[in-house]
């Protein structure tokens, strides 16, 4: 949706490179941000989320950072594998306080062996 | 627990004609969500519900009724199917709103092909 924007939207890194998402939201009021994987004709799956009142969230090699300020955060892997392989996704509340998740267009990793 | 279920995986429909998606889940979620996704687009909400007997509109309603007569199932109808209603459809399911539990939980999808 256009109240949730997601950059790049493909990317493409050798493996063992770091890679970074951006998500930028307008609702202000937002205060639960999470990242879907979506691997080629599965489902979505969250791999990780991150509330306002931390700035930074890391599981192994995956990481989330927030910018309330700014209203972004960011998705990063490091140390990356073709496994990690897939479309990624964010989201966000709808503008207005609906409380009602719009996702970001994805962005496309590709981790050349 | 199964999670959320969603028949059929594949169908398709001549333009004009109707169908129902199914979607169960046993997680005892309140809220559940249709989306349905394009190439490019992401994945847009069509309907969800916040509750038993509740449903309301998300950004893509057009074409599409839905119905939350039992907890656990979420329908999703096309009365007259149309071309622009070919996608993948996604049915997924939070244990309340999405802000406060957090994620939500998706079906394997139904790809509907409408020619």
């Known amino acids: 949706g256009e109240n949730v924007e997601q950059h790049p939207s493909t990317l493409s890194v050798q493996e063992g490179d770091s890679a970074v998402i951006k998500c930028t939201y307008s609702?202000?009021?937002?205060?639960?941000f999470p990242w879907y994987k979506q691997e080629l004709g599965k489902r979505p799956q969250l791999i990780i989320d991150?509330?306002?009142?931390?700035g930074e969230k890391k599981d192994q090699r995956i990481a989330v950072t927030l910018n309330k300020t700014a209203k972004h955060f960011s998705l990063h892997i490091t140390e990356t594998q073709p496994e990690d392989s897939a479309v990624y996704f964010c989201?966000?509340?709808?503008?207005?306080?609906?409380?009602?998740?719009?996702f970001g267009r994805g962005t496309s990793l590709i981790v050349h062996p | 627990n199964a999670g959320v279920t969603q028949t059929p995986k594949f169908r398709v429909l001549k333009t004009g004609q109707s169908m129902t998606l199914l979607c169960a889940q046993d997680?005892?979620?309140?809220?559940m969500y249709w989306y349905r996704q394009d190439p490019g687009m992401g994945l847009r909400l069509i309907h969800y519900?916040?509750?038993?007997?509740?449903?309301a509109k998300g950004e893509v309603p057009d074409g599409y009724n839905v119905s939350r007569l039992k907890k656990q199932n979420f329908l999703l109808g096309l009365e007259s199917a149309a071309p622009s209603q070919t996608s993948v459809y996604f049915c997924?399911?939070?244990?309340?709103?999405?802000?406060?539990?957090?994620?939500?939980?998706f079906g394997n999808g139904t790809r509907l092909t409408v020619t």
């Open positions: 997924a399911s939070s244990l309340t709103g999405w802000t406060v539990s957090g994620a939500l939980h």
């Open positions: 609702d202000s009021a937002s205060n639960y």
């Open positions: 991150i509330r306002s009142n931390v």
């Open positions: 989201a966000a509340p709808e503008a207005g306080g609906s409380y009602i998740p719009t």
């Open positions: 997680m005892n979620h309140e809220y």
């Open positions: 519900s916040v509750g038993e007997g509740t449903t």
